[in-house]
Every structure is written in structure tokens, then in C-alpha cells.
T-cell receptor
Framework: EAGVAQSPRYKIIEKRQSVAFWCNPISGHATLYWYQQILGQGPKLLIQFQNNGVVDDSQLPKDRFSAERLKGVDSTLKIQPAKLEDSAVYLC???????????FGPGTRLTVL | GENVEQHPSTLSVQEGDSAVIKCTYSDSASNYFPWYKQELGKRPQLIIDIRSNVGEKKDQRIAVTLNKTAKHFSLHITETQPEDSAVYFCAASSNDYKLSFGAGTTVTVRA
């Protein structure tokens, strides 16, 4: 079974620039999550999708972050404009509907200079 | 929201000894408690989980215990091996399935 795929793996940008991350969940997983993991901390949930609908985005900084999952499969997370404090690893995870276990992708390491 | 605290932040053990990591949670509605292992530069991977209707669960050298009354749960690794060296995260969720993670414990197994 193929795992959760993410790209790019690394990204370096300057503050105030824009950046986008892509996630392809495990086939058949209707639930998709985006997490932000700052160095030395645990992952923090940003947004949760069920198919193409948002279940929870209460911790997403909506003034600069946006995410979509238009066809209920792949998802993109965008930051515009980026700030220094956005430097982190952005993890995507997916799960089967009604299943507790979340499978994580390798993450995208973002460095904002 | 849920607040999960994890201790210790670092743990160094001699190969063959046991390692114990403890977590506390704040939301009494939490009913699912997974543990993830994250090796350097790699994705978090689920190693064991426990639900609130169970007090203890074992899988080979790994065990997790849950005390719902005290709102804490622990990970026990016995007969530690060098490949157990990693960062371990505890997490908690309720019926909304949203995971709240602890800050992580860096475990180093000394040969």
C-alpha cells in the first residue's frame, strides 16, 4: 500500500513570499489533515477535511493560510505572505472514515528567511 | 481545547534497560490515546494506541497504560535497543478525531 505523499520535501523562501504544499493521501482515505510541526514541538492541527469539505479549521491562521481539497483527494496548503515564524515542517495525514489511526506523510520542511 | 503534557523531554537509557514516558491530558472527553515514533527526518509512525475502555495494552516490548481517573497515560519500552532511539509523541483525541500532541520525548539508547 502506497503511503501519504507530499511535495516538495524542502522549501526555502524569503518572508512575504508565497508558498504552496501538496498532499496526496492514501487511496480511499476520505479524511485528510494538515499539521504544523515547529522544531522541538509536537504536531499542531491546522485543518481537517472530510472528502472535499472542511470539518475543522479553527487553528488555521486564515489571514495568511488557506487550504483546499477540491476533488476530495489531493490537497494543497498555501501560505501568503509567509512570516519568519512559519518556518516548520508541514505534515499531511490521512485516515479512513471512522478510523482513528492517522497515517502521516514525510512532511515539507519550510524555511522562511 | 485539549492540552497534553509530556515528560520527560529527553531520556537516555542503557541498552537493555526500560524506558517510561508519561503524559497527562485535560479533556475528560478524550477517549483515544496513540503513541507515535518519529525518527530524525522521517514521518511520525503509530507504534501503539489505547482506547478509554482499556487500562493496558501490550505489543511485544511496548506497553501503554491508561488511568482515566487521573487523566494520565504512559508508554513503557522494555529491553531497549539502539533502534528504539527516536522522538516519541503521545496524543489524545475525543470523538471529533482531532489529535492533540504532547511536545515529544527524545529517547537515546546507549550501547
Amino acid at each position: 500500500e502506497a503511503g501519504v505523499a507530499q511535495s516538495p520535501r524542502y522549501k526555502i523562501i524569503e518572508k512575504r513570499q508565497s508558498v504552496a504544499f501538496w498532499c496526496n493521501p492514501i487511496s480511499g482515505h476520505a479524511t485528510l489533515y494538515w499539521y504544523q510541526q515547529i522544531l522541538g514541538q509536537g504536531p499542531k492541527l491546522l485543518i481537517q477535511f472530510q472528502n472535499n469539505g472542511v470539518v475543522d479549521d479553527s487553528q488555521l491562521p486564515k489571514d495568511r493560510f488557506s487550504a483546499e481539497r477540491l476533488k476530495g483527494v489531493d490537497s494543497t496548503l498555501k501560505i501568503q505572505p509567509a512570516k519568519l515564524e512559519d518556518s516548520a515542517v508541514y505534515l499531511c495525514a490521512s485516515s479512513l472514515t471512522g478510523d482513528r489511526e492517522q497515517f502521516f506523510g514525510p512532511g515539507t520542511r519550510l524555511t522562511v528567511l | 481545547g485539549e492540552n497534553v503534557e509530556q515528560h520527560p523531554s529527553t531520556l537516555s537509557v542503557q541498552e537493555g534497560d526500560s524506558a517510561v514516558i508519561k503524559c497527562t491530558y485535560s479533556d475528560s472527553a478524550s477517549n483515544y490515546f496513540p503513541w507515535y515514533k518519529q525518527e530524525l527526518g522521517k514521518r511520525p509512525q503509530l507504534i501503539i494506541d489505547i482506547r478509554s475502555n482499556v487500562g493496558e495494552k501490550k505489543d511485544q516490548r511496548i506497553a501503554v497504560t491508561l488511568n482515566k481517573t487521573a487523566k494520565h497515560f504512559s508508554l513503557h519500552i522494555t529491553e531497549t535497543q539502539p533502534e528504539d532511539s527516536a522522538v516519541y509523541f503521545c496524543a489524545a483525541s475525543s470523538n471529533d478525531y482531532k489529535l492533540s500532541f504532547g511536545a515529544g520525548t527524545t529517547v537515546t539508547v546507549r550501547a
